[in-house]
């Protein structure tokens, strides 16, 4: 009689090592493709290197800062040569000597701001003076004019009898008052647009916004290439050569604070300040974000931001939070103090104040 014969059994697979050195790769289509990707990289990174060795210095620059890293991973020495690049670079394109500066945060500062809401007159020469240091677009066309401040005109206004039969239903105005159209403290569109012949005007008051610097700042938790992100001393900075201006950061600002290069910036050679930082005030390209970032070539060095030295009635002040001694310290010590949009938890480094 014949046995019946049980099938065969498939040999066990071994477990996976743990080791990479002892997984056979097998060949794949997407591992065809990766080789094939790293391959054209390799070769492009070669031709870098060429271009870095030819005579043809704007070539040059251009392949090494398409290369470069985000700047915060950068080693000192790729600082150092990302420097001299873009010094070669704006020298050139702007007929004078320019300098950009990579100090980085100063130890023991944390810096933060002050303005007294009371005092400001709407002159806004806080935000020509930021436009002219910060080397701001400054053209004519739709998308060419760019102002990291405004300054906020609100009308003042006042609740009257005559106005309480106005209201709705009319003569009883319980669902809506008479006076619900009063323009006390309201903001209304394009008043940040106002000029007037004289300032301070007599109805109004005014209330300067720019980038609050936050402790918790919202648009770099949205940023996909962390092109934008917190320094040690405070500020919120952005790298532009990384930038991909999908403007996510600009949508998750609370403040209106980041402006976007629609067009190629407008910068006249004789008006450009060769006196830059690389994650502040140098030219900026199309297609990129930026923000106040309470110029770093100044407050790195001891100074005042430019919006602070020409105040002409000393609305604002600018100090270290960590020094007792500040101005803006004693600013937080003193006055009555309040932070734009607080409930938002974002926790801004600027301060608004009052007498």
């Known amino acids: 009689m014949t046995q019946p014969v049980d099938p065969p059994v498939a ?12 997984v056979v790769p ?13 391959l054209s990289l390799s070769s492009l990174m070669g031709t870098a290197t060429l271009m870095a060795g030819s005579n043809d210095a704007k070539a040059a620059v251009e392949w090494g800062e398409h290369f470069q890293k985000n700047y915060r991973l950068m080693t000192q020495q790729e600082k150092d040569e990302a420097r001299l690049r873009l010094e070669k670079r704006y020298s050139a394109e702007y007929g004078k000597k320019v300098s950009v500066d990579i100090a980085g945060p100063q ?75 009063t323009p006390a403290g309201v903001q209304l569109e394009g008043q940040y647009f106002y000029e007037p012949d004289k300032v301070p005007e007599k109805d109004a ?11 918790k700042p ?7 290439v962390r092109t934008t992100y917190r320094e040690a001393d405070g500020p919120v900075v952005i790298d532009y050569n ?60 001891g100074r ?19 020094d007792p001694d500040s101005e803006v310290s004693m600013v937080l010590k003193r006055k ?12 801004p480094k600027f301060f608004y104040f009052y007498d």
Request: net charge positive.
């Open 242 to 301: 990384w930038c991909i201006g999908c403007k996510m950061c600009m949508n998750a600002c609370p403040y209106w604070a980041r402006r976007f290069n629609l067009t190629t910036p407008v910068l006249p050679k004789q008006d450009m300040n060769p006196v830059t930082h690389y994650l502040g005030n140098r030219p900026r390209m199309r297609g990129v974000v930026e923000k106040c970032h309470w110029c770093l070539q100044r407050t790195r060095h």
């Open 205 to 215: 008051t005014y209330m300067p916004i720019a980038c609050m610097q936050c402790e």
């Open 336 to 347: 009555n103090v309040f932070r734009l949009k607080a409930e938002l938890n974002t926790f």
């Open 26 to 38: 097998r060949p794949s289509r997407r591992g065809f493709l990766r080789s094939g990707g790293m």
């Open 304 to 322: 005042y931001p430019a919006c602070v030295e020409v105040c002409p009635v000393g609305a604002r002040k600018f100090g270290n939070l960590l």
């Open 218 to 224: 919202p648009c770099v938790k949205v940023c996909p």
């Open 107 to 181: 130890p023991g500062m944390l810096m933060g701001y002050a303005l007294n809401i009371r005092k400001c007159i709407g002159c806004r020469r806080c935000v020509h003076a930021c436009v002219a240091e910060n080397n701001q677009s400054r053209g004519e066309r739709p998308g060419e004019r760019i102002e990291w401040i405004q300054v906020l005109r609100m009308e003042r206004g006042e609740f009257t009898q005559e106005r309480m039969d106005q209201g709705y239903p009319e003569g009883l105005g319980i669902q809506v008052g008479g006076n619900a159209y």
């Open 11 to 22: 040999a066990p697979t071994p477990p996976a090592s743990a080791n990479p050195a002892d």
